[in-house]
């Protein structure tokens, strides 16, 4: 039997194995910063399948690496570890017929058990690569993770990968081109006091609002072909309802696809603040709590060869031409230092970010054939 029979066999033999790895993975509690225990499961895994060299770095990446020493040509194949819920103890697979059922179960637990999958076929049936190869199961994606998974890894293989691919999303879509955000905590102080006895004195909790009023004035950059937002997502602060707030917090970003509009908006966020303190009515410092760079050009002939790539498969096994989007991916640190990136739907499913969110069960096995595709095109087969 040929491998690439071996292939089709597998891939109709292994749907079951593949949804109890995905079952194994979702009770594994994993927010941003907690991925250690995904990391040790994953690496013991690969252990058990003969995987040799296998290790878990300081940002709690489970690497895989395949043909690396002394190898300057390097193509990673990513899926993160990370869910955006806080909650440190296992969330329930549940299903039906149709749908499973999880908090995380898609984002990106479905994508990091079919990565894992393709990595046994390859590990069992000794498959050559024809570069080097990075399989990673890479933490801090989400949110405040602030991509700390990925910066790691090419700090490690610093100018060695040439390629990057990461698992993620939905199967009808491809992002290639990254959205940069700059993301702060801004803490507001003033005297405060009692609310009848200190009446006048000035409010932490007005002052931040006169702050957000200033960021919200801001007018973004129009330019054509990019897009720029802002946000004040979370709002705290206060003691009680008679008490004058001595203390607020918020957190804030600003977005945009494109380098020169990025710095734009930082020049105007500084500015805000550094008006703001002008005032003289309360005292705002800022921590900067996220920082995700824009992309910058890269090489136009390799990238769209790995777009196509993509766009082939997913037409061989969905009927479908995948959206080309942009997006906040673990992508945008490659895009950013120059190196080609593709981040590649591989699931159907609903509500992500959401305690609601499901998988569309069928989508496994389409998403299954996609990742064997991109990742063995790079192998002897």
């Not at 007005?206 to 802002?230: F, H, M, N, Q």
Request: glycine share 8%; hydrophobic share 35%.
């Amino acid at each position: 039997m040929n491998i690439l029979d071996k292939l089709s066999k597998f891939q109709q033999s292994s749907i079951n194995e593949l949804h109890a790895l995905l079952k194994s993975l979702v009770e594994i509690p994993a927010p941003s910063h907690h991925e250690k225990n995904r990391a040790e499961f994953i690496k013991s895994w690969l252990e058990n399948l003969g995987a040799k060299g296998v290790y878990i770095d300081d940002a709690y990446n489970c690497v895989y690496p395949i043909n690396c020493d002394g190898n300057d040509d390097i193509v990673a194949f990513c899926a993160h570890t990370d869910t955006v819920f806080p909650d440190l103890t296992p969330f329930e697979l549940k299903s039906d017929n149709e749908y499973f059922y999880a908090p995380g179960v898609c984002d990106d637990t479905s994508s990091l058990s079919i990565l894992l999958m393709v990595t046994k076929f390859i590990i069992e049936n000794n498959i050559k690569p024809k570069r080097g190869i990075l399989i990673v199961a890479n933490a801090g994606e989400e949110g405040l993770g602030n991509l700390k998974g990925v910066r790691q890894l090419f700090k490690d293989y610093e100018g060695r990968i040439s390629e990057f691919y990461t698992f993620d999303g939905r199967i009808n879509e491809i992002a290639t081109r990254c959205v940069g955000s700059h993301r702060y905590e801004i803490e507001c102080k003033t005297e405060g006091g009692h609310s009848f006895m200190a009446f006048g004195n000035n409010n932490s909790i007005y002052e931040l609002s006169r702050l957000i009023c200033d960021l919200y004035s801001i007018e973004v950059p129009k330019k054509e072909g990019a897009k720029t937002t802002y946000n004040v997502g979370i709002i705290v602060g206060g003691t009680s309802v008679n008490t004058i707030a001595q203390s607020a917090k918020m957190l804030y970003e600003y977005r945009s696809d494109d380098f020169e509009c990025l710095s734009i908006m930082q020049k105007a966020f500084e500015d805000k603040i550094a008006s703001a303190n002008a005032r003289g009515k309360a005292k705002f410092t800022v921590k900067t709590v996220g920082l995700r760079p824009c992309g910058i050009d890269v090489d136009n002939k390799v990238h769209d060869k790995m777009i196509e790539r993509v766009k082939i498969s997913a037409y061989k096994h969905c009927g479908i031409v995948p959206q080309i989007k942009t997006s906040s991916t673990d992508c945008n640190i490659p895009l950013s230092l120059g190196i080609p990136a593709v981040c590649v739907g591989i699931y159907d499913g609903f509500g992500e970010h959401t305690r609601e969110e499901k998988l569309l069960i069928s989508s496994m096995e389409k998403g299954l054939k996609i990742c064997s595709d991109v990742v063995l095109d790079y192998f002897e087969i």
